[in-house]
C-alpha cells in the first residue's frame, strides 16, 4: 500500500517487479494487457518453433519426392511436391505473423 491507496501494489511479471505502482482502478485493464502481452508473447515463439518445425518437415518432404520420383511414382512425387510447395508458403505465413507481432 502506498500513499493510502488501499489498492495501490507492485506488480510483478515474470518474476520481475516493474517498478511502478497502480492504483486499484487500473488493475482490470492492466491485468488485461499484461495477460494479452504475455499471450503475444507466447504466440511469437510459438510461430517461430512451428516455422523451424515446418521447413524440417518440408525437407522431409523433398528427400521423399526425389525417392519416389527415383522409384517411378511420379503420382507420389506430384504429392509430395505440392506438400513441399505448400510448406514453403506456410513459412511465409510464419513469418508474416511474427512480423505482425512485432
Not at 33 to 55: Q, S
Not at 77 to 88: F, G
Amino acid at each position: 500500500m502506498v500513499n493510502g491507496c488501499k489498492g495501490c501494489y507492485n506488480i510483478r511479471v515474470n518474476a520481475f517487479s516493474i517498478p511502478s505502482i497502480v492504483c486499484a482502478i487500473q488493475q482490470p485493464i492492466l491485468k488485461e494487457a499484461l495477460l494479452l502481452m504475455n499471450d503475444m508473447e507466447k504466440l511469437a515463439k510459438l510461430f517461430y518453433h512451428w516455422k523451424e518445425h515446418n521447413m524440417e518437415h518440408a525437407e522431409t518432404y523433398q528427400k521423399w519426392m526425389e525417392k519416389t520420383a527415383r522409384l517411378g511414382r511420379q503420382d507420389l512425387s506430384a504429392i509430395l511436391n505440392r506438400l513441399y510447395n505448400d510448406a514453403k508458403n506456410m513459412d511465409k505465413l510464419f513469418e508474416e505473423g511474427v512480423k505482425s507481432i512485432e
